[in-house]
């Protein structure tokens, strides 16, 4: 792992996409890279968080379990993803639990290291924190707009953070087959709303429903959905 593999890893809009490429050195020079099958956790909900995760390759699958015992899923995390940082960060325990969907590489980086590594370049802390407070921005934009949303604008609104290809339209499969009961831990709705909603999406030929698969069809007339009031 170098700096520039890692540079061309990380997303402009992930917690470290901002570092210098002297700052990138260090962090690939200080991290261990290692390997997770299919099923295998690589973060504990409860655990210490001393450990920083940058995801290489493969896909990862992050939950939390609530105070009333049931799952939420919070994100589907790719190549470029930044996990453990909240616990990194501020020392506590994990808040959610990551879990190789399939096999995953990340390169893993431990607090002493990292403490080296913001001693060593002055203005990385503060980009952290400017990084942090876009980030919870961008959760309280992304709460307001679920409370608000109706059922079906906001599962437009989750199926299109899955889709592959993102804003590109030439890309209509979702990242990874998803049941209903899942899809509804991930949308915050029941699996009967999810059946409804869908099937109603497949008469209309926006989706398309097959072995348990959802296909986008018509990604403009999902777009439309979720931007519905």
């Known amino acids: 792992m170098d700096a520039a593999t890692l540079a061309d890893t990380l997303t402009s809009s992930s917690l470290l996409g901002g570092c210098s490429a002297e700052e ?3 962090i690939a020079a200080h991290g261990a890279v290692r390997t997770f099958k299919a099923g295998q956790p690589i973060i504990l ?5 001393d450990t920083l995760w940058i995801v290489l390759s493969g896909l990862a699958r992050v939950s939390m379990v609530a105070a009333n015992g049931r799952e939420i899923v919070l994100d589907y995390a790719e190549r470029g ?10 020392g506590g325990e994990r808040t959610a639990s990551v879990e190789a969907i399939e096999p ?5 980086l431990g607090r002493a290291a990292f403490a080296e590594i913001i001693g060593k370049h002055q203005g990385l802390a503060l980009r952290l924190l400017q990084a942090m407070a876009r980030r919870l921005r961008q959760n309280n934009t992304v ?3 679920d409370r608000a949303y109706t059922s079906g604008p906001r599962l437009a609104r989750f199926l299109l953070r899955l889709m592959m290809g993102g804003d590109d339209d030439s890309e209509t499969r979702l990242k990874i087959a998803l049941s209903q009961g899942e899809l509804g831990n991930f949308a915050g709705m029941s699996r009967e709303q999810i059946n409804r909603q869908l099937s109603a ?3 209309g030929g926006i989706v398309a429903l097959k072995g348990g698969r959802v296909t986008v069809l018509d990604r403009s007339a999902l777009v439309d959905i979720a931007e519905a009031w």
């Open 24 to 26: 990138l050195a260090d």
């Open 45 to 49: 909900q409860g655990d210490p968080g």
């Open 81 to 90: 993803a930044v996990l453990g940082e909240i616990a990194f960060l501020d």
């Open 104 to 108: 995953v590489e990340a390169l893993s």
């Open 143 to 145: 709460i307001e707009a």
């Open 201 to 203: 999406w497949a008469d």
